[in-house]
């Protein structure tokens, strides 16, 4: 009898999470203000097909509400409910053909909303909101029809100043206080970040076990997106999966091209959990054996990230572990004779970003590549306790690199994994993926 594993469905984030997040917006944002959020819009693919809709992330982060033609509004203080949102109604018809929608009573009873409001009902009610509030906070410039709207709704007010009506007087980018919410994660937050962590793995194995002489690229992405759909999720964000030479593409993602007898394949792909996005980068070969030159950069790249792993601990900065890969890869490219001098002058000079290019990491989060500033004034940012970010150090000598020996070109190598910070030290959420050499051939052998 075939045994059937179960696949636990999806888990939202507990209503108590959604409130507190509102509740410390709200106190930072003060007395006498308004925040609006408008939500994300359907955007069509071709024609009038339409790619498949995901909330702003920072809509997402405050309500869980999932449907377009949405807006947001949070009044602190205000005692016939703090936390509004507009969103559609009902509509049998609609529903048929589009899906079921939330509607205004939905809004209250499942998302936690004090009141809710026809979004058409919005040019209406809004401008009576914004009345005697001081202060406005609204990110500008994400939606330009939003805010022509908005200042509309404004000078609405302003006209009307002599009946003794006003409108804020201060507009501040409600990204200043939201971004800087969303860097730290929480306990609920995390457990989301553990499971995309835990299928990205999974399916990661399972595109390596795939992997042979002769497939195609996309054969082996489609490995990942079933491990990826049939635990409910979606690809973090486009995979890449390129062989051979394809892998000094950084963000190749063309997945086309047949997989060869002796080349590389590099694999980045995450999955989205909830929302939350895993983010993970393993390279390997496609006939399960390193040739002795691509195990030198390979082992090389698994050192870099291991000292920059090292260097995620509280207290420490945003670059450390970037300055720290740099150095690993700097001494190692010279042993290996791609670079000539002295590694401090070769650092300073900039000298392995030719096979070297980007930064270290990113934060990691509601999205891919997380909000949170890097640096506070002119210094890096310090490493705290709830911080997600990825390390991903890498090596690519192109095809035809000059004064590159001929059995380096072509290799492009990246190694990544999802760190979050602690208090005493670090955690790997995605440890659970091989990376040592030997370890990848052992799993791809069938081991």
């Known amino acids: ?3 059937i594993r179960k696949i636990t469905a999806p888990r939202r984030l507990p209503a108590s999470e959604l409130k507190r997040r509102r509740r410390q917006l709200m106190r930072a944002m003060g007395e006498d203000a308004i925040a609006i959020l408008p939500a994300a819009h359907e955007c069509l693919r071709n024609r009038d097909v339409e790619y498949p809709f995901r909330q702003d992330s920072d809509f997402l982060y405050l309500t869980d509400f999932p449907e377009p033609e949405a807006v947001a509004v949070f009044i602190p203080g205000r005692q016939q409910g703090e936390y509004l949102l507009f969103c559609r109604e009902r509509d049998a018809d609609k529903e048929t053909w589009h899906g079921r929608r939330a509607g205004p009573e939905g809004a209250v009873a499942r998302y936690g909303a004090d009141d809710a409001f026809p979004i058409g009902d919005i040019d209406d009610i809004l401008p009576g909101l914004l009345e005697h509030r001081a202060r406005l906070y609204y990110t500008m410039g994400k939606d330009a029809a939003f805010d022509r709207r908005l200042m509309d709704w404004v000078n609405q007010l302003r006209r009307k100043v002599r009946s003794g009506a006003s409108a804020p007087h201060e507009f501040i980018d409600l990204e200043f206080l939201l971004h800087d919410m969303r860097l730290y994660k ?11 962590a835990r299928i990205t793995v999974e399916a990661h194995r399972r595109a390596m076990r795939a992997t042979a002489p002769g497939r195609y690229e996309f054969e ?8 990826f759909r049939r635990h409910g999720c979606e690809p973090a964000y486009p995979s890449i999966v390129g062989g051979g030479e394809n892998g000094c593409i950084l963000h190749y993602t063309e997945n086309s091209a047949p997989l060869r007898d002796g080349d590389l ?10 929302g939350y996005a895993s983010d993970v980068t393993r390279t390997f070969p496609v006939n399960g054996r390193y040739s002795p030159a691509q195990r030198e950069l390979y082992e090389l790249v698994l050192a870099a990230q291991q000292a920059a792993i090292e260097q995620v601990v509280p207290g420490n900065h945003w670059n450390d572990p970037h300055n720290a890969a740099v150095r690993v890869l700097t001494r190692g490219l010279i042993e290996l004779g791609l670079l000539k001098g002295k590694p401090a002058t070769l650092i300073k000079d900039g000298a392995y970003r030719r096979f070297y290019m980007h930064r270290t990491g990113h934060w990691l989060g509601l999205d891919v590549h997380d909000v949170g500033d890097y640096k506070v004034g002119e210094e890096w940012r310090v490493l705290e306790p709830g911080m997600v970010m990825t ?6 000598i192109a095809p035809g690199s000059k004064d590159v020996p001929k059995r380096f070109q072509g290799i492009g190598i990246r190694i990544e994994d999802d760190v979050l910070v602690t208090k005493e030290g670090s955690e790997v959420l995605t440890e659970g993926l091989v990376k040592r050499p030997e370890d990848i051939e052992a799993l791809m052998a069938g081991a």
């Open 1 to 3: 009898m075939t045994r």
């Open 186 to 196: 929480s306990r609920s937050e995390l457990r989301l970040m553990r499971e995309a």
């Open 220 to 227: 082996v992405e489609a490995e990942l997106l079933h491990t």
């Open 265 to 274: 394949l590099l694999i980045d792909a995450g999955a989205e959990y909830c």
């Open 391 to 396: 390390v991903e150090p890498g090596l690519y």
